[in-house]
Protein backbone atom coordinates (compact mmCIF):
# COMPACT_ATOMS: atom_id res chain seq x y z
CA UNK A 1 0.00 0.00 0.00
CA UNK A 2 1.29 3.56 -0.23
CA UNK A 3 1.28 6.57 1.70
CA UNK A 4 0.46 9.04 -0.86
CA UNK A 5 -2.83 10.10 -0.73
CA UNK A 6 -2.90 13.30 -2.93
CA UNK A 7 -0.67 14.79 -5.36
CA UNK A 8 -0.47 18.91 -5.67
CA UNK A 9 1.29 21.38 -8.01
CA UNK A 10 2.44 24.32 -7.06
CA UNK A 11 2.74 27.83 -9.01
CA UNK A 12 5.99 29.46 -8.51
CA UNK A 13 5.41 31.80 -11.68
CA UNK A 14 6.86 32.42 -14.64
CA UNK A 15 10.51 32.64 -16.55
CA UNK A 16 11.40 33.00 -20.02
CA UNK A 17 14.88 32.91 -22.21
CA UNK A 18 16.07 31.51 -25.15
CA UNK A 19 15.50 28.14 -26.65
CA UNK A 20 18.96 27.22 -27.15
CA UNK A 21 19.12 26.16 -23.35
CA UNK A 22 16.47 23.65 -23.82
CA UNK A 23 17.36 22.14 -27.68
CA UNK A 24 20.28 22.09 -29.44
CA UNK A 25 18.05 23.00 -32.76
CA UNK A 26 16.51 26.38 -31.46
CA UNK A 27 18.62 28.71 -33.21
CA UNK A 28 21.64 26.64 -34.32
CA UNK A 29 23.30 27.60 -37.46
CA UNK A 30 23.19 25.25 -39.99
CA UNK A 31 24.32 25.04 -43.41
CA UNK A 32 21.35 25.70 -45.43
CA UNK A 33 20.19 28.44 -42.41
CA UNK A 34 23.54 30.06 -41.81
CA UNK A 35 22.30 33.18 -40.09
CA UNK A 36 18.90 31.12 -38.07
CA UNK A 37 16.42 33.24 -36.13
CA UNK A 38 16.96 32.95 -31.81
CA UNK A 39 13.59 31.45 -30.38
CA UNK A 40 12.79 33.39 -27.02
CA UNK A 41 10.35 30.89 -24.78
CA UNK A 42 8.29 31.16 -21.30
CA UNK A 43 8.23 28.51 -18.83
CA UNK A 44 5.91 28.11 -15.79
CA UNK A 45 7.97 27.65 -12.54
CA UNK A 46 6.17 24.76 -10.71
CA UNK A 47 6.58 22.40 -7.03
CA UNK A 48 5.10 19.32 -6.29
CA UNK A 49 3.40 18.97 -2.98
CA UNK A 50 2.35 15.18 -1.53
CA UNK A 51 -0.36 14.53 1.24
CA UNK A 52 1.40 11.09 2.30
CA UNK A 53 0.82 9.62 5.94
CA UNK A 54 4.39 10.63 7.23
CA UNK A 55 3.34 14.11 6.55
CA UNK A 56 3.41 17.06 3.91
CA UNK A 57 6.28 16.17 1.70
CA UNK A 58 7.32 19.39 -0.81
CA UNK A 59 9.40 19.24 -3.88
CA UNK A 60 11.20 22.12 -4.69
CA UNK A 61 10.29 25.92 -3.68
CA UNK A 62 10.23 27.75 -6.58
CA UNK A 63 12.07 31.47 -7.39
CA UNK A 64 13.04 34.14 -4.63
CA UNK A 65 10.14 36.98 -5.13
CA UNK A 66 13.13 39.45 -4.90
CA UNK A 67 15.40 37.43 -7.61
CA UNK A 68 15.21 40.60 -9.67
CA UNK A 69 17.05 42.87 -6.58
CA UNK A 70 18.92 40.04 -5.15
CA UNK A 71 20.39 37.66 -8.23
CA UNK A 72 23.39 38.55 -10.48
CA UNK A 73 22.68 40.29 -13.18
CA UNK A 74 23.56 38.10 -15.97
CA UNK A 75 21.15 35.04 -14.52
CA UNK A 76 17.97 37.59 -14.57
CA UNK A 77 19.22 38.92 -17.99
CA UNK A 78 19.36 35.38 -19.40
CA UNK A 79 16.80 33.64 -17.04
CA UNK A 80 14.52 37.08 -16.39
CA UNK A 81 11.53 36.33 -14.28
CA UNK A 82 8.70 37.60 -16.04
CA UNK A 83 5.43 36.99 -13.78
CA UNK A 84 5.62 36.42 -10.22
CA UNK A 85 2.45 37.76 -7.78
CA UNK A 86 2.12 37.46 -4.21
CA UNK A 87 -0.28 34.17 -4.71
CA UNK A 88 2.74 32.41 -6.40
CA UNK A 89 4.90 32.64 -2.73
CA UNK A 90 4.95 29.12 -1.32
CA UNK A 91 3.18 30.84 1.64
CA UNK A 92 0.76 31.44 0.04
CA UNK A 93 0.24 28.58 -2.53
CA UNK A 94 0.62 26.30 0.97
CA UNK A 95 -2.35 28.34 2.21
CA UNK A 96 -4.93 27.01 -0.27
CA UNK A 97 -4.98 24.02 1.91
CA UNK A 98 -4.88 25.88 4.82
CA UNK A 99 -1.25 24.63 5.50
CA UNK A 100 1.44 26.94 6.89
CA UNK A 101 5.34 26.57 6.46
CA UNK A 102 6.01 24.85 9.25
CA UNK A 103 2.89 21.91 8.45
CA UNK A 104 5.58 20.80 6.20
CA UNK A 105 7.46 17.35 6.73
CA UNK A 106 10.33 17.02 4.25
CA UNK A 107 11.44 18.97 1.59
CA UNK A 108 13.08 17.48 -1.20
CA UNK A 109 15.06 19.61 -3.77
CA UNK A 110 15.37 18.04 -7.17
CA UNK A 111 18.94 20.38 -7.44
CA UNK A 112 20.17 24.20 -6.19
CA UNK A 113 19.15 26.06 -9.03
CA UNK A 114 18.27 29.45 -8.70
CA UNK A 115 14.69 28.41 -9.70
CA UNK A 116 13.98 25.34 -7.46
CA UNK A 117 15.99 26.10 -4.22
CA UNK A 118 14.34 30.24 -4.31
CA UNK A 119 11.69 30.14 -1.60
CA UNK A 120 13.52 27.00 1.12
CA UNK A 121 14.72 29.64 3.47
CA UNK A 122 11.14 30.22 4.34
CA UNK A 123 11.41 26.73 6.12
CA UNK A 124 14.89 27.29 7.33
CA UNK A 125 13.43 28.35 11.28
CA UNK A 126 10.79 25.06 11.38
CA UNK A 127 13.93 23.47 10.81
CA UNK A 128 12.20 20.47 8.47
CA UNK A 129 14.81 18.43 6.94
CA UNK A 130 15.53 19.68 3.47
CA UNK A 131 16.70 16.21 1.18
CA UNK A 132 19.58 16.89 -1.30
CA UNK A 133 21.60 14.47 -3.24
CA UNK A 134 25.22 14.68 -2.08
CA UNK A 135 26.86 15.68 -5.22
CA UNK A 136 24.61 18.81 -5.48
CA UNK A 137 25.23 20.24 -2.33
CA UNK A 138 29.13 19.54 -3.09
CA UNK A 139 28.66 20.82 -6.60
CA UNK A 140 26.75 23.95 -5.64
CA UNK A 141 29.17 25.35 -3.32
CA UNK A 142 31.94 24.42 -5.16
CA UNK A 143 31.04 26.98 -7.77
CA UNK A 144 29.70 29.47 -5.40
CA UNK A 145 33.30 29.03 -3.77
CA UNK A 146 34.86 29.84 -6.88
CA UNK A 147 32.73 32.77 -7.42
CA UNK A 148 30.84 31.32 -10.67
CA UNK A 149 27.44 32.39 -9.77
CA UNK A 150 25.22 31.62 -12.29
CA UNK A 151 22.18 29.29 -11.91
CA UNK A 152 23.58 28.65 -8.14
CA UNK A 153 23.04 31.77 -6.51
CA UNK A 154 24.37 32.75 -3.11
CA UNK A 155 21.16 34.78 -2.65
CA UNK A 156 19.76 31.42 -2.39
CA UNK A 157 22.45 29.10 -0.93
CA UNK A 158 23.81 31.79 2.17
CA UNK A 159 20.74 31.88 4.16
CA UNK A 160 20.68 27.82 4.13
CA UNK A 161 23.80 27.79 5.90
CA UNK A 162 23.14 24.99 9.11
CA UNK A 163 19.98 24.55 7.96
CA UNK A 164 18.47 20.99 8.38
CA UNK A 165 20.24 19.36 5.04
CA UNK A 166 20.25 16.35 4.69
CA UNK A 167 22.79 14.28 1.92
CA UNK A 168 21.12 11.42 -0.16
CA UNK A 169 23.60 9.13 -1.57
CA UNK A 170 22.06 6.24 -3.50
CA UNK A 171 20.86 5.55 -6.71
CA UNK A 172 17.30 5.24 -5.25
CA UNK A 173 16.57 6.37 -2.28
CA UNK A 174 12.89 5.65 -0.72
CA UNK A 175 11.34 7.98 1.54
CA UNK A 176 8.59 5.71 2.52
CA UNK A 177 6.59 3.46 0.60
CA UNK A 178 5.16 5.07 -2.93
CA UNK A 179 7.95 8.24 -2.80
CA UNK A 180 11.27 7.43 -4.62
CA UNK A 181 14.17 9.66 -5.40
CA UNK A 182 16.15 8.80 -8.10
CA UNK A 183 19.28 10.18 -9.23
CA UNK A 184 19.25 11.58 -12.54
CA UNK A 185 22.14 13.70 -13.01
CA UNK A 186 22.68 15.03 -16.18
CA UNK A 187 21.39 18.62 -15.99
CA UNK A 188 23.41 18.70 -12.78
CA UNK A 189 25.82 16.39 -11.11
CA UNK A 190 23.34 15.75 -8.22
CA UNK A 191 20.06 16.14 -10.04
CA UNK A 192 17.35 14.12 -8.94
CA UNK A 193 13.91 12.76 -9.69
CA UNK A 194 10.85 12.47 -7.95
CA UNK A 195 8.84 9.10 -8.38
CA UNK A 196 5.23 9.14 -6.60
CA UNK A 197 2.96 5.67 -6.82
CA UNK A 198 -0.61 7.14 -4.94
CA UNK A 199 -2.96 5.50 -3.24
CA UNK A 200 -5.16 4.68 -6.11
CA UNK A 201 -2.18 2.93 -8.01
CA UNK A 202 -1.14 6.33 -10.34
CA UNK A 203 2.70 6.03 -10.90
CA UNK A 204 4.16 9.85 -11.48
CA UNK A 205 7.69 10.93 -12.33
CA UNK A 206 7.90 14.45 -11.75
CA UNK A 207 11.24 15.52 -13.70
CA UNK A 208 12.28 18.75 -11.94
CA UNK A 209 14.76 20.32 -14.86
CA UNK A 210 16.04 16.85 -16.00
CA UNK A 211 13.76 17.66 -18.71
CA UNK A 212 12.48 20.93 -19.04
CA UNK A 213 10.12 20.51 -22.15
CA UNK A 214 8.46 17.45 -23.74
CA UNK A 215 10.42 17.95 -26.97
CA UNK A 216 13.56 16.99 -25.28
CA UNK A 217 11.83 13.36 -24.46
CA UNK A 218 10.96 13.43 -28.02
CA UNK A 219 14.21 14.51 -29.72
CA UNK A 220 16.22 12.64 -26.79
CA UNK A 221 18.65 15.60 -26.77
CA UNK A 222 19.30 18.90 -24.61
CA UNK A 223 20.71 22.27 -25.60
CA UNK A 224 22.81 24.55 -23.11
CA UNK A 225 21.78 23.46 -19.64
CA UNK A 226 22.71 19.93 -19.99
CA UNK A 227 26.44 18.54 -18.24
CA UNK A 228 26.49 15.20 -18.70
CA UNK A 229 25.00 13.74 -21.60
CA UNK A 230 25.30 9.69 -20.90
CA UNK A 231 23.66 10.41 -17.93
CA UNK A 232 21.18 12.45 -19.19
CA UNK A 233 20.15 9.82 -22.20
CA UNK A 234 20.31 6.94 -19.50
CA UNK A 235 17.60 8.70 -17.38
CA UNK A 236 15.41 9.02 -20.59
CA UNK A 237 15.55 5.82 -21.80
CA UNK A 238 14.48 4.63 -17.95
CA UNK A 239 11.72 6.83 -17.76
CA UNK A 240 10.62 6.15 -21.04
CA UNK A 241 10.66 2.14 -20.15
CA UNK A 242 8.85 2.99 -16.55
CA UNK A 243 6.32 5.03 -18.42
CA UNK A 244 5.64 2.43 -20.69
CA UNK A 245 5.46 -0.56 -18.11
CA UNK A 246 4.22 1.08 -15.48
CA UNK A 247 1.60 3.57 -17.13
CA UNK A 248 3.84 5.95 -15.76
CA UNK A 249 2.88 9.81 -16.21
CA UNK A 250 5.73 12.02 -16.37
CA UNK A 251 5.09 15.67 -15.84
CA UNK A 252 7.64 18.14 -17.13
CA UNK A 253 7.84 20.79 -14.35
CA UNK A 254 8.76 23.50 -16.97
CA UNK A 255 6.48 22.81 -19.34
CA UNK A 256 4.81 25.81 -21.19
CA UNK A 257 1.72 23.57 -21.19
CA UNK A 258 1.89 22.09 -17.70
CA UNK A 259 -1.25 24.68 -16.54
CA UNK A 260 -3.36 23.14 -19.59
CA UNK A 261 -2.29 19.76 -18.85
CA UNK A 262 -2.92 19.46 -15.07
CA UNK A 263 -5.14 21.88 -12.25
CA UNK A 264 -3.34 24.05 -9.88
CA UNK A 265 -3.05 23.61 -5.90
CA UNK A 266 -6.04 23.45 -3.80
CA UNK A 267 -6.99 20.98 -7.01
CA UNK A 268 -5.26 17.99 -6.49
CA UNK A 269 -3.88 15.67 -9.65
CA UNK A 270 -6.38 12.98 -8.89
ZN1 LIG B 1 18.16 23.70 -13.30
Redo the contacts with the bound molecule.
Keep these: MSVVRRVYLLDYGWLAGDGGWFLPGWGAATYSEKEPKRVWIEIPISGVLLDTDIGYVLFDTGIAPDAWETHTRAVMEAFPLIRFEDDNRVENQLRKLDLKPEDIAFIIQS ?1 L ?1 F ?2 VGQTAVFKDSNIPIIVHKKELQFALLMLWMGKEG ?1 YQSANLDPLRGANWHIIDLPVFELAEGIKIYFSGG ?2 PG ?1 VVLSVKTKNGSTYFFT ?2 HIHLPRELEVESKGW ?1 LADYDEWLTFVKQLKIWERANRAKIVICHDPDLWKKYPKIPKPLE
Excluded: E, I, K, S
Design positions: HHDHAHTHGDL
